[in-house]
């Protein structure tokens, strides 16, 4: 097991998440010294998180550009979301140096809106700025129309743009992404894909870090795809291919992101 260091949380501004701002403050030490790279929007240095007697995150190092798209793989268990609540400053048993240069939001696999309180109401949470951003970040997703309305209303695919919507309206400079899509059905999916990669394209120099468990996901959104495994980065690659991209473009890459994590493909 790699050594435990003092876990260090460094940020420019506050880590804003779907969960209360109190918690995210208690699980981030705030350094005003900023990320310690120019042109890295976070990176992280020996990285240990132990449950038990199990350690998930052993010595883990990883760096993000500024304005990359970066997409996690690995198995279940294997520590992705770990990893990200880390990064989000929502896990104060990690030890290890994290550095984020600027704001963070955080998207996760449940929108969870708070069902008593209308759509603009759940974006607009915890701004200090006037509740016309909130709606314009409603209107950057497309849901403008359904502001007013209740959470349980909501489709699965509108519930997680109304999710996005609340985590860009912090205008962050890194964007967790913690299997969002998992849960949605394969149009829905193929929509939100394609709306997530809009955001990114508009709001230039924000950086993405995608966890999810889907290989084609991957290859489709990043530019750069992470294999987790032993508690440590296993393999990386970068996605050379322009967008919009078919898994077609890229067999043999899915194949050893496949391979990667234990999945061999029959070809016959």
């Known amino acids: 097991m790699a050594a435990s260091l003092p876990t260090r949380v460094t940020t420019t501004g506050p ?19 900023g990320a310690e790279r120019a042109g890295r929007v976070a990176s992280v240095c020996g990285l240990t998180r132990v449950f038990g007697e199990r350690t ?13 798209f970066v997409a996690l793989l690995g198995r279940s268990g294997s520590g992705k979301s770990t990893l990200l609540r880390a990064l989000a400053g929502l896990d104060p048993e990690a030890s290890g140096a994290l550095t984020v240069d600027g704001t963070v ?8 809106l708070l069902p008593w309180k209308r759509v603009i109401d759940n974006v607009a949470l915890g701004l200090d700025r006037p509740k016309e951003a909130a709606y314009a970040a409603l209107e950057e997703v497309g849901l403008a129309g ?7 209303t909501l ?22 992404l913690d299997e969002p899509f998992s849960a949605l059905d394969a149009l829905t999916r193929i929509t939100m894909h394609r709306l997530v990669l809009d955001l990114w394209t508009r709001h230039a120099g924000l950086g993405v870090l995608l966890v999810t468990h889907d290989v084609d996901e991957a290859l489709r959104l990043a530019d750069r795809v992470l294999v987790l495994g ?6 990386e690659t970068r996605v050379g291919v322009a967008r919009p991209r078919s898994t077609g473009d890229l067999v043999e890459l899915r194949a050893d992101l496949l ?6 493909e029959d070809h016959r």
């Open 15 to 33: 880590a804003d998440t779907a969960e209360t701002d109190a918690t995210a403050a208690g699980a981030a030490q705030v350094d005003a010294a």
């Open 56 to 68: 998930v995150i052993d010595g883990l190092d990883i760096d993000i550009e500024r304005g990359e």
């Open 105 to 112: 939001a955080v998207a996760f696999q449940e929108p969870r």
């Open 146 to 152: 359904l502001a007013k309305a209740w959470p349980l």
């Open 155 to 176: 489709s699965g695919g509108e519930a997680q743009r109304a999710s996005l919507a609340r985590a860009l309206v912090r205008e962050p400079d890194l964007l967790l």
């Open 230 to 235: 032993e508690g440590r980065i296993a393999y």
């Open 259 to 264: 391979e990667q994590l234990g999945v061999k």
